[in-house]
C-alpha cells in the first residue's frame, strides 16, 4: 500500500462525513439555501487566496525546477479555473461574484487557513503538499460521487457546471500529481515526518468537513460587528 492510499484509508471515516453533509447532499438534489451558497463563496473566495499564499510558501521551499513548476502551475489553475465553480454557485444565488470578495474569514475558514500557513511556515515541502492534498482529493471525491449519483446534465441540474469541474479529468490531475510527489517525499522521509504528515492531512480533512458546516450554517463570529470588514 503507498503511503497516500493509506492516508486515503486513515481518514475514510471524514470522507464519508463530508459527502453525507446536507450542504454536499444539497448539491445533490439540486436544493442548497441561499444564504448558505453566498456564505460559501465569500468564504472561499478568501480561503483560495491563502491557499496560493501556502503554494508560494511552499515553492520557497522547493530545490528543483520540476517542483517549482508543480507548485507554479498549481497557483495559475486556481487564478484561473476555480472561479468557474464559483460563479456556478453565484448565478444559483443571484448575486454578482464581485460582491462576495474581500470579507472577513468566519470562525471555521479561518481555523483552517491558520492550520495551513502553520504547516507551511514550520514544515517540510512534504508536509506542506500533505495539508494541501485533501482540498483537491476531498473534492474529487465529491465530484466523482456526486457524477454517478446525480448524472447531472447541462440545463437541467442547477449545480451541473460545479459538479461536472470537480468530478473530472482536472481535478484528477492535480489530485494524482500531488499524490505521487507526497509518495516520493515519504519514501525518504523519518518516521517522524511521516506521522507529521499523516497529522497535518487528517487535521485538513476534518477541516475541510468543517468548513461545509462553516457555510451550511452560515457561521459568524459570536459577536459579530466587532469583526471588521477588510
Ligand atoms: C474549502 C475548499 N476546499 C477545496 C477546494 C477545491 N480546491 C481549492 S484549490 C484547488 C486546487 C488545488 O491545487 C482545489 C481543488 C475549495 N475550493 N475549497
Not at 477541516?207 to 463570529?221: H, K, N, Q, R, S
Request: hydrophobic share 35%.
Amino acid at each position: 500500500m503507498t503511503f497516500t492510499e493509506r492516508l486515503r484509508e486513515e481518514n475514510d471515516a471524514t470522507y464519508q462525513a463530508i459527502f453525507d453533509h446536507p450542504y454536499v447532499q444539497g448539491l445533490k438534489t439540486g436544493h442548497v439555501p441561499k444564504n448558505a451558497l453566498v456564505h460559501y463563496v465569500k468564504q472561499d473566495f478568501e480561503y483560495l487566496n491563502a491557499f496560493m499564499r501556502v503554494y508560494g510558501l511552499a515553492i520557497s521551499k522547493c530545490e528543483t525546477r520540476e517542483e517549482m513548476s508543480l507548485f507554479n502551475e498549481q497557483i495559475g489553475f486556481v487564478l484561473h479555473s476555480e472561479i468557474h465553480p464559483h460563479n456556478n454557485l453565484c448565478e444559483v444565488a443571484g448575486v454578482p461574484y464581485e460582491e462576495l470578495q474581500g470579507y472577513p474569514l468566519a470562525p471555521g475558514a479561518s481555523h483552517y487557513i491558520s492550520h495551513m500557513m502553520t504547516t507551511a511556515q514550520q514544515g517540510t515541502l512534504g508536509e506542506i503538499v500533505a495539508v494541501l492534498l485533501p482540498c483537491p482529493w476531498t473534492y474529487l471525491d465529491i465530484g466523482e460521487r456526486l457524477m454517478k449519483e446525480a448524472a447531472p446534465q447541462p440545463g437541467l441540474h442547477p449545480f451541473y457546471e460545479w459538479i461536472n469541474f470537480y468530478g473530472t479529468k482536472s481535478m484528477e490531475g492535480v489530485t494524482g500529481k500531488l499524490r505521487s510527489w507526497l509518495d516520493r517525499y515519504a519514501e525518504t522521509a523519518s518516521e517522524r515526518e511521516k506521522e507529521k504528515m499523516r497529522v497535518a492531512f487528517a487535521k485538513s480533512c476534518q477541516l475541510e468537513l468543517g468548513f461545509w458546516e462553516m457555510a451550511y450554517t452560515v457561521e459568524e463570529w459570536p459577536v459579530r460587528d466587532a469583526v471588521l470588514r477588510r
